[in-house]
């Protein structure tokens, strides 16, 4: 596993297929957070870290290099707006649920979360 530089940091996510979780990689540009590398991570050592404080704020973007999901290949994901988790997704799917607390919706666009809401 890659340590975070500087300007980075890692936030937990689950695959919405294998409900194993994984690191995603996000460094801060401007106020912006960008997506940049997502890694095999298990939850006991996210918690060693310290990863599952990690919180984003503002507008998330993709890198180009965004590898996708570790674990099913999904290249696009969902923040969870009741725990606030990321969640894999494909582009395709209209209904998402979060396998961390169960919460179901239906995806809005991709580009439009609402980061305000929840206890974030
Ligand atoms: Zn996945
Ligand atoms: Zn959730």
Redesign the pocket.
């Known amino acids: 596993m890659k340590h975070p530089k500087r300007d980075e940091m890692v936030v937990m996510a689950t695959c919405q297929q294998t409900k194993r979780t994984f690191g995603i990689t996000a460094q801060k540009q401007g106020k912006d957070f960008v997506f940049t590398w997502a890694f095999k991570l298990n939850a006991d050592s996210a918690k060693r870290e310290g990863f599952e404080k990690n919180k984003v704020k503002g507008n998330i973007f993709m890198s180009e290099d965004y590898p996708g999901c570790p674990h099913c290949g999904a290249m696009s994901w969902f923040q969870?707006g009741?725990?606030?988790?990321f969640v894999c997704m494909t582009y395709e799917q209209e209904e998402v649920r979060?396998p961390?607390?169960g919460?179901q919706g239906k995806v809005v666009t991709a580009d439009k979360f609402d980061l305000s809401g929840g206890d974030l």
């Open positions: 969870c009741k725990c606030g988790r979060c961390e607390c919460n």
